[in-house]
């Protein structure tokens, strides 16, 4: 019998993976997905494992600070002698209540990234937001603070959802976070207070935003002021209104701030008379400042008596509710990337421009923001960004082993020569087994399956020089040898 497991992590020590308070309330098994499905539906001859989905309800707080239950979805990767990485992704944005991870996972919406990561090695934790799901009340439309709490919550209800489960799920300390649209406004939000208030708690590892608007007070609001054509006027009263369900000041009635007839219009989206969703609610708008207007110019929804005291007052309420969720002003202390496509359509690009050369400004040591394809609206912008997600992450990603008996073991290994400049032979071995080579960093550098009987000649040559480790696996066994490759 296990009395219990341990983790043999990376960089050689040993620890069990404790992430806080439990707060998990209940867990609903949705699906799986085998390794095959998960390639064949994401054309990614890279996944390596299959997947079991869950929808998770958790505690947390709402913007008032009081207790409140939300939800989530968390995708399992399928091998229970492997120790994952986490991984948090922030959705974009929801046009319904349950169009997020945990419902929308079972028809084809966004949620099934978490299958793709999952696949990848990564215990994937996505959450569904306050007032979206099975959470009640409103959905703070990109409110920076509690876009990052909900997410801090869930990996902290991960421990009683790994009791949930069962034997056969570990994890490591690594973190990873991303997340698409106002998910990487999301992501950004969680990185920033993971490296600061809750650097303690967490250690982020790696971090990639995707098309986000980082800048809600200076790009976005230009984009509102301005009266240029954009066809996506609806997320200007969905801020609006979320903003004021969070600071209270900004107006009393949605006729304060907006002209008619978009007003009413506006009132009727907010109480819900004619259940419309956010979908809805812009091809409305758009119809009516095409009738109106002549083109889809959103500022002109709001009253030009607002507008010239918003452009006027930088301390103007509406100013103030929209820097407080800018998520960009802080310096990176871990490899971060920032996706974008020049031509997207919905979130400007200077967004992510204005946050490397903030961050970067402010002393961030890895920061890179890069164009994946400059021709590509906000939609077809997602699959480059996405791609370019994973390869980022696959450079930093440790799977570990589970070691399981009283007595851990880890017997050393021949190997010949050593030091060496190119190649060496493991001596002694078993008929089967696979073969790992980590840097000092506890990254996997080499990882190759062995058949031969007794030795197997292992090349090196395409390494740098420095101390590695290799690892041979077999029969719940593990063989370990330090190695110094010279140049």
Not at 14 to 19: D, E, G, H, Q, S
Request: glycine share 8%; aromatic share 12%; proline share 5%.
């Amino acid at each position: 019998m296990f009395k219990r497991l341990l983790l043999l992590c990376l960089s050689l020590g040993l620890f069990i993976a404790t992430l806080g308070a439990q707060k998990m309330v209940s867990a609903q098994f949705l699906g799986s997905r085998t390794r095959t499905q998960i390639a064949n539906q994401f054309n990614n001859p890279l996944v390596q494992f299959g997947a079991r989905f869950y929808r998770v309800i958790y505690t947390t707080k709402n913007t008032a600070g009081q207790p409140d239950t939300v939800s989530g979805l968390i995708v399992v990767p399928q091998d229970s002698t492997r120790i994952f990485p986490r991984l948090i992704y922030q959705h974009g944005t929801s046009s319904t209540k349950t169009n997020v991870p945990s419902f929308n996972i079972l028809t084809g919406g966004e949620g099934n990234l978490g299958l793709l990561f999952a696949g990848m090695g990564f215990v994937t934790l996505m959450p569904d937001y306050l007032g979206l799901g099975v959470a009640k009340g409103f959905h703070p439309y990109v409110h920076a603070a509690s876009e990052s709490w909900v997410a801090a919550d869930m990996l902290r209800a991960l421990p009683d959802f790994i009791t949930y489960y069962g034997s056969g799920l570990y994890v490591n300390d690594q973190l990873f976070v991303t997340g698409y649209s106002q998910g990487g406004h999301a992501s950004m939000a969680f990185q920033r207070d993971v490296e600061g208030p809750l650097k303690n708690e967490f250690k982020m590892t790696a971090a990639a935003h995707m098309s986000g608007p980082y800048s809600i007070g200076e790009v976005m609001r230009d984009l509102v002021l301005s009266d240029d054509i954009y066809f996506y006027p609806a997320y200007i009263p969905h801020t609006l209104l979320s903003y004021q369900r969070v600071y209270g000041n900004l107006f009393n009635f949605p006729s304060e701030v907006f002209r008619e007839p978009y007003a009413t219009t506006i009132t009727q989206f907010q109480n819900n008379t004619n259940n419309w969703d956010l979908e809805v609610l812009n091809s409305q708008l758009i119809s009516q400042l095409i009738a109106n207007e002549g083109a889809s110019r959103p500022v002109r929804i709001l009253l030009p008596s607002l507008v010239q005291e918003v452009k006027a007052d930088d301390w103007h309420p509406v100013n103030v509710a929209l820097r407080d969720n800018n998520v960009y002003a802080w310096a990176p202390k871990v490899p971060t990337r920032i996706y974008y496509c020049t031509a997207d359509d919905q979130v400007p690009f200077r967004n992510s421009l204005v946050a490397r050369d903030t961050m970067l400004a402010r002393g961030g040591a890895d920061v890179q923001a890069v164009d994946v394809n400059p021709t590509a609206n906000h939609g077809a912008c997602s699959s480059p960004a996405l791609f370019n997600t994973l390869i980022f992450f696959l450079n930093y990603r440790d799977i570990g082993y589970v070691v399981g008996t009283e007595e851990v073991a880890v017997e050393p290994l021949q190997v010949q020569p050593n030091p060496t400049r190119d190649a060496i032979w493991l001596m002694n071995l078993p008929v089967e087994g696979q073969i790992q080579v980590f840097d000092v960093s506890g990254r996997m550098r080499h990882h190759v399956a062995s058949t031969a009987d007794r030795y197997y000649h292992l090349d090196l040559s395409a390494l740098e020089g420095g101390l590695y480790v290799v690892r041979f696996l077999s029969g719940g066994r593990v063989w370990q040898s330090r190695v110094a490759l010279l140049r």
